[in-house]
């Protein structure tokens, strides 16, 4: 009862520290797609770059998230962004390579053989076909990698608060300095309630995006 009439009394709050934490994994994931998905679709040419990229970024996902926030700190303080905002959206801009990347190269890689040939049979360029015939099948694969950064994240950025960036993890922070189990726990639930609802959103978006009869080879 305590609990909740804490959460009543903090709603103004809470949505505040909500919109924040949307902002900053927004920002950072919807660069990573922009920068992941080329990286994705142009690693397909060559295995042995391919290879060499998706360890790289499955190398950077190794790296405990407050030790990476730290490497960030010192060296984005010469432009005088070492802590914050900057550190925070970079850290989960890397984060979320990984599978953005991976889920668009399988993706490509995966198309029908037969459908590549059927386009080069009418006359497409390989970008046309890239662009009519290969993205728009991987478009589901892809966006199932973009789910699974978006909600890895969130829980990622509330670690952010420790450095300043503000979002849900403040009342996570608060609540263990301040020795209060009502911040913790409202801030612990916001951030697993938050990542379901986006999940469920981006889950509908994936299926709204998936081809007819794809609808069981798009990852869920």
Known sequence: MELLQYFLDNLELLGTLTLEHISLVGVAVGIATLTGVPIGIAITKNERIAKTVLYIASIIVTIPSIALF????????????????????????L??????????????????PALREAARGVGMSQNQRLRMVEIPLA???????VRTAVVLNIGVMA?????GAGGLGTLISRGISQSDPRQLILGAVAVSVLAIIVDYALLALQKRLTPKGMERAATT
């Open 70 to 93: 730290g490497i960030m700190i010192p060296i984005l303080s010469i432009i005088g962004q070492g802590i914050g905002y900057m550190p925070a959206v970079i850290a989960v801009l």
């Open 95 to 112: 984060y979320s390579q990984l599978p953005i990347i991976r889920n668009t190269y399988t993706a490509i890689n995966n198309v029908d």
């Open 139 to 145: 478009v589901p694969v892809i966006m199932a990698g």
């Open 159 to 163: 670690i952010a608060a420790y450095i």
